[in-house]
């Protein structure tokens, strides 16, 4: 291998249409669960993992202890998957019964 190519990143293959939907239809439906979630819980998560904040510049931001960001983040995130875990169960129960 010569410096260049060990420089650039390796090809991705494009994603096909499908793969494509099913990616932006998890965005919408994290985009709901996220409004679901109390402003102080989701001002953290949008930070965190949309903004690219640390723990230390959410705290700064919203004025809080960073142990107080902290223990936002997991109680979100832990909100967070109870919304989805729920939602699945409601939908794998209701396409048993259509069955």
Request: hydrophobic fraction near 35%.
């Amino acid at each position: 291998m010569n410096a260049i190519t060990q420089l650039m990143p390796p090809l991705q293959s494009p994603k096909q249409p499908e793969e494509q939907v099913f990616e932006t239809e998890s965005q919408y439906e994290m985009l709901a669960h996220l409004d679901r979630l109390p402003l102080k819980l989701r001002q953290v998560i949008v930070l965190r993992y949309y903004q690219d904040c640390s723990y230390e510049e959410i705290a700064a931001s919203l004025n809080i202890p960073v142990g107080t960001a902290k223990s936002r983040h997991h109680l979100a995130i832990k909100r967070l998957r109870e919304f989805i875990d729920t939602d699945t169960f409601h939908a794998d129960r209701e396409a048993s019964v259509r069955v």
